[in-house]
């Protein structure tokens, strides 16, 4: 028998063909599927969820296929007090979180790892598109990207610690999406032509502030546009229902076009202003993992994102005091926003990540 592991199985072709791959190098593979709400919480877009009970049933049966134990854990009260409890307060904060990370740390390679290890598992895998290596010189483990770069996963892995790392398996590092769907048709797998999932699990429909108002039960408040003087330019639908470079949906006829610059959660005001104003070549940042490194004695130079669509830049990083970061990037980035993550990067290797803070 080999070694033991779990492996979070979401009904979709990502985790089934990572069963397959464990399988075929000589894992006890166990699937397990998260329940991380119900249903009924999401309202009419329940159906378009993933994380569904159609989506729980694709996964049982693909590990009915390839023989393997399956289980379902009710993570839903852990999934709200972390995940959802940090998307509202950070929204009505005025920041714009990073849920997705966030349940990486806290449910999957938090609650799930640990639960896997009491049940004698020796690693958690999932369907991330990334890779996870030894560094021997070091002794530190290596978050790197995924092969298929258009599908890298690692900024959203940024938060894992030395000891998650080491008890991570990301069997689709190696691959390119293209390969997967391959596996998944040669091999008879039900989903494998399943589109992916695009959205957060939990609003898939994409309307965050609908979600947050049926949550707290209450509509968000709605107050000014303000410019960057301070001048009332109108009245907005709802603090929560913008974020920074925000400019559709603003509901103003004003010339040259205007953009969300910043959000005042005391006053629950938005203030408005020019692309020009969105652009900036300094940002810093708290609650940093360092991943390759320990935390850097002094600069040093990386390449970072802030957010997971873009292409990183050059930039130099310097560590501040408490855990902090100041990145300096060589050219401006535009609409840099606060509770987004920032992730660096050194060639493949994730050097570490944080939270914006401004």
């Known amino acids: 028998m080999g070694q033991s592991v779990f492996l979070g199985m979401s009904g979709g072709v990502d985790s089934s063909v990572s069963a397959l791959l464990l399988q075929r190098a000589g894992y006890d593979v166990s699937g397990v599927n998260l329940r991380l709400f119900h249903n009924e919480d999401l309202g009419e877009s329940q159906e378009k969820a993933c994380c569904s009970l159609a989506d729980a049933e694709d ?15 009710d993570f839903s009260q852990v999934f709200r007090d972390t995940v959802i409890a940090d998307f509202i307060s950070e929204y009505e904060a005025g920041r714009t979180p990073n849920p997705c990370a966030v349940c990486n740390r806290a449910v999957k390679f938090g609650a799930l790892l640990q639960r896997a290890l009491t049940l004698h598992g020796q690693f958690l895998s999932t ?14 483990w290596l978050l790197k990207r995924g092969v298929d770069h258009s599908k890298d996963q690692s900024y959203f892995l940024y938060m894992l610690t030395q000891d998650q790392l080491s008890h991570a398996l990301f069997p689709l590092g190696g691959l390119h999406k293209t390969e ?7 091999n008879g797998l039900i989903n494998a032509k399943k589109r992916d999932s695009q959205d957060i699990c939990f609003a898939p429909d994409g309307d965050y502030a609908a979600f947050i108002e049926r949550t707290v ?53 938005i203030c408005l202003g020019p692309d020009a104003a ?24 990386v390449t970072a994102k802030t957010r997971y669509s873009q292409r990183e830049s050059s930039a130099v990083a310097e ?3 408490g855990g902090g970061l100041r990145l300096t990037f060589d050219e401006p ?25 401004k």
């Open 217 to 269: 039960g209450h509509p968000s408040p709605d107050g000014d546009f303000v410019d960057e003087s301070g001048r009332v330019l109108g009245r907005h639908k709802g603090f929560v229902r913008y974020t920074r470079g925000q400019h559709k949906g603003l509901g103003l006829s004003i010339e040259p076009p205007l953009y969300v610059l910043d959000k005042d959660p005391t006053a629950g005001t």
């Open 180 to 186: 997967v769907r391959e596996i998944a048709e040669q």
């Open 333 to 357: 980035q535009r609409a840099v926003t606060p509770g987004q993550a920032v992730v660096l990067y050194d060639g493949e290797r994730v050097v570490g990540g944080g939270t914006i803070v």
């Open 127 to 140: 369907g991330h598109y990334a890779r996870v290596e030894r560094d021997e010189d070091t002794g530190r």
């Open 319 to 321: 560590s501040l005091e």
């Open 59 to 73: 996964a049982r049966a693909v590990a009915a296929k390839f023989g393997i134990p399956f289980y379902v854990f």
């Open 278 to 301: 969105l652009w900036t070549r300094t940002l810093t940042a708290k609650m940093m993992n360092w991943i390759s490194v320990p935390a850097p004695i002094g600069p040093i130079r």
